[in-house]
């Protein structure tokens, strides 16, 4: 199983980025997928998830109605849509797939992890 995230970078506060993260056949057949990021000096946090259907998608309170996830089970690729950026926004962002939808918002529950990629965001 893998998933590979790309779409980084360096953007100025106020700019928009857009991550994508492709995946193995069988997590987009039923996972639930998510972002998490981790700044410097910091716990990784639950950033929004989106469960199989994409019927559902909560966020952190730190990026509702800046950020959206979507998915393409199709095309086996989940996106995360990142505008009205700021710097604290600045960290490692991972893709990440759960088996229960329900554990997805919590590191300690994720199944599968791929890479980050850094998302720097200058004032």
């Known amino acids: 199983v893998q998933l590979q995230a790309s779409g980084g970078g360096l953007v100025q506060s106020g700019g928009s980025l857009r991550l994508s993260c492709a995946g193995s056949?069988?997590?987009?057949?039923?996972?639930?997928l998510g972002w998490f990021r981790q700044a410097p000096d910091k716990e990784r946090e639950f950033v929004a998830g989106?469960?199989?259907?994409?019927?559902?998608?909560p966020y952190a309170d730190s990026v509702r109605g800046r950020f959206t996830i979507s998915r393409d089970n199709a095309k086996r690729t989940v996106t995360l849509e990142m505008n009205s950026l700021k710097p604290e926004d600045t960290a490692v962002y991972y893709c990440?797939?759960?088996?229960?939808?329900?554990?997805?918002?919590?590191?300690?529950?994720?199944?599968?992890w791929g890479e980050g990629t850094l998302v720097t965001v200058s004032s």
């Open positions: 990440a797939a759960d088996n229960k939808f329900s554990t997805l918002r919590s590191a300690g529950g994720i199944d599968y």
């Open positions: 056949g069988r997590i987009f057949d039923s996972y639930a």
């Open positions: 989106i469960d199989w259907s994409g019927s559902r998608t």
